[in-house]
């Protein structure tokens, strides 16, 4: 099952093997997310310490009160192990919404200091502007 730890974990093998790879330049390595793929790709490079830059198009900043507003303690705590509910046409798990909804944002955690792109629509029906604002500090 999905979960933003299991997804930094996917992002780190890939870089590993990237790193290693005979056509990749190593030190030009720019990490790009979108929505939650933001923000795991700026924890990712928070701690990775060698992405060269990141590019944010509508990240998350604050997930835990993402999904706070999408589902309530009571309903994560009543699904089963292997439950799920559906949010903006995904299938998400019982362990990433535990994970999730006591997530910090943003702002709780140091941010790369990296040259970083952001790039956030005003009509952004899923991620509230001020998520991807967050990053501009």
């Known amino acids: ?3 933003v ?9 890939v870089l590993d093997w990237l790193e290693k790879h005979p056509e990749v330049d190593p ?15 700026t924890l990712v490079a928070s701690r990775w310490g060698r ?13 835990g009160g993402w999904i706070r507003t999408k589902v309530d ?11 799920y509910v559906e949010l903006w046409g995904n299938l998400v798990g019982k362990p990433f919404l535990t994970e999730a909804a006591g997530f910090s944002s943003i702002h709780d955690i140091p941010l790369p200091q990296l040259p970083t ?3 956030h629509g005003t009509g ?14």
Request: hydrophobic share 45%; glycine share 8%; aromatic share 4%.
């Open 27 to 41: 030190h030009r390595i720019v990490l790009l997310g979108f929505s939650l793929g933001g923000l795991v790709a």
């Open 73 to 83: 303690a009571a309903t994560i705590e009543r699904l089963p192990d292997d439950g």
């Open 51 to 63: 992405a060269r830059a990141l590019c944010l198009w509508s990240p998350l900043a604050d997930l």
């Open 117 to 119: 792109l952001v790039v």
């Open 1 to 3: 099952s999905m979960t």
């Open 124 to 137: 952004d029906p899923v991620v509230p502007m001020k998520d991807g604002e967050s990053y501009a500090r």
């Open 5 to 13: 730890a299991r997804e930094q974990e996917d992002l780190r093998s």
